[in-house]
Every structure is written in C-alpha cells, then in structure tokens.
T-cell receptor, first 111, second 118 residues
C-alpha cells in the first residue's frame, strides 16, 4: 500500500531564504508525482507535475525533483516571499489510477 | 490547463437533510472523476472513483449508501451526502481526468465545497 510522507510538517523561514520541502513514498511504481499548494480554507493549486520518466520540473522560483528508485521528491523554493506561505502537498499518482496525498508541510515565510 | 468547477462552494445544512454537490469539467470531457474529503489540518482522502455511465467504486470504509455518486455525463458528477450529520462536516474536493486530446494521467482539481452540518 502506497504511503506518502512529508517532512517537515511545518516550517518557518525568513523572507528571501531558499528552502527545500521533502516528500517520500514507499512504492516506486508510480505514474507521476505532483506538488500542490493549498491556502487555508481553499482548494488545491497545482504547482508542478513530474511524470515517472522525468527527473525534474521547473516553474519560476519552484523546482521539483523526482528520484523514483529511492522514493523521494523535493520541492525547492528560491528567494521565498511572504506570499509563499501556505500548505504544500505532495501527491503520488499510482498505477491503479489513484492519487495518494501526503499530510503536507505548512510553510510560513516571515516578513 | 483544464478547469474543474464545484457548486456550491459552501453549504450549511441541518442534521438529517441531504446535500448535493456538483463537479463539472468546463473545457474537457472527464471520463473519470474522483471525490475526496479533507478534515481540518489533515490530508485529502480518496472517497470514490466514478466513471461515466457506470457505478462508482468506493474506498474501504466509505459508505456507498451515505455518499451517493452519479456520473451521468462526461462533464458532470454529483456527490449527495444523504441524511447528513455533524460528523460529515468536511471539505469535499473533486477531481477529473481525461483530456480532449486523448488519455492523460493528470487529474485536475475543483476548488472544493465546505460542508457544515449543524
């Protein structure tokens, strides 16, 4: 059974710092991995989608990597801003067509 | 990207009533739709998978008679919470898969519906 773990559960960093959020999964037979952002009381905003054949994706200040063999993904945020404060969810797309979500990392960027 | 809408965005109802939530794919045909629920400060948990024109597949522990899912067309799925109780209060999110250009493994998520049962 696929399990997705995100570390840390919460993180506070000063504005301007670069940071890394971690995601690990137990079953490497995945279709894809996706990072989402969720603001309090809101839905999901898709940030980056990495297909199983890819190793990384970049969008603006965000870079996500995928190492399927070790069951790990990282989300790198460069030059953090207060507007980046949110919960970041890692989600693994399984071959049984289901998406398994991690519990998220609550990020707080200090102005 | 593809757009998925949900209606209503927020609903408050009395215990014992039924509530219907709609999920629509606005610019693509969704062969498969998924329903999730999220409790406060928890992750999203898949409730059921529905394919157009067939019965939904429910995850273990989800009561199919409690949460009725209908996927009557390629752009609409509905979730009806029957005889709602306070413990059903949650954030319900749908997603849709299936692009006009062929099969895609990406799911597109709706904005969610906040259900509060008094």
């Amino acid at each position: 059974k696929q399990e997705v773990t995100q570390i840390p559960a919460a993180l506070s960093v000063p504005e301007g710092e670069n940071l890394v959020l971690n995601c690990s999964f137990t079953d490497s037979a995945i279709y894809n991995l996706q990072w989402f952002r969720q603001d309090p009381g809101k839905g999901l905003t898709s940030l980056l989608l990495i297909q199983s054949s890819q190793r990384e994706q970049t969008s603006g200040r965000l870079n996500a990597s995928l190492d399927k063999s070790s069951g790990r993904s990282t989300l790198y945020i460069a030059a953090s801003q207060p507007g980046d404060s949110a919960t970041y969810l890692c989600a693994v797309g399984n071959r049984d067509d289901k998406i398994i979500f991690g519990k998220g990392t609550r990020l707080h960027i200090l102005p | 990207g593809a757009v998925v809408s949900q209606h209503p965005s927020r609903v408050i109802c009395k215990s014992g009533t039924s509530v219907k939530i709609e999920c629509r794919s606005l610019d693509f045909q969704a062969t498969t739709m998924f329903w999730y629920r999220q409790f406060p400060k928890k992750s999203l948990m898949l409730m059921a998978t529905s394919n157009e024109g067939s019965k939904a597949t429910y995850e273990q522990g989800v009561e199919k008679d409690k949460f009725l899912i209908n996927h009557a067309s390629l752009t609409l799925s509905t979730l009806t919470v029957t005889s709602a109780h306070p413990e059903d209060s949650s954030f319900y999110i749908c997603s849709a898969r299936g692009g006009a250009g062929g099969w895609t493994n990406e799911q597109f998520f709706g904005p969610g519906t906040r259900l509060t049962v008094l």
